[in-house]
């Protein structure tokens, strides 16, 4: 499997931003998760996907401003990403795992076996 992460650019505290993740190479019945890496910081847990039940989790920092999806159609994920902060600046990066993973493995980035190779998100005025 293959995943690409696009959408990421420059954008003002308050603005709005989607971020796309197209997965490819064989059909996709796992779950996909988005994580982010600031400069000097730790990789840090941001969103997560079932591909099959559409069961969503998200991590503390972005819950009820971010929101992610998936279309079956193109097998791309989604996050859209709402009121935009600072300290939301770092790239993205998705990532695929097994579809047996368990609900607590879901934020922890080694659980996940392939990754793709991140966008920018720099959050400024």
């Known amino acids: 499997v293959q995943l690409q992460a696009s959408g990421g650019g420059l954008v003002q505290p308050g603005d709005s931003l989607r971020l796309s993740c197209a997965v490819s190479g064989r059909s996709s019945s796992g779950v996909v998760g988005w994580f982010r890496q600031a400069p000097g910081k730790e990789r840090e847990f941001v969103a997560a996907i079932r591909w099959r039940s559409h069961a969503i989790s998200y991590g503390d920092s972005v819950r009820g401003r971010f929101t992610v999806s998936r279309d079956g159609a193109t097998n791309t994920v989604y996050l859209q990403m709402n009121s935009l902060k600072p300290e939301d600046t770092a790239v993205y990066y998705c990532?695929?795992?097994?579809?047996?993973?368990?609900?607590?493995?879901?934020?922890?980035?080694?659980?996940?076996?392939?990754w793709g190779q991140g966008t920018q998100v720099t959050v400024s005025s």
């Open positions: 990532a695929s795992g097994a579809a047996s993973m368990i609900v607590s493995s879901l934020p922890s980035s080694r659980h996940y076996d392939t």
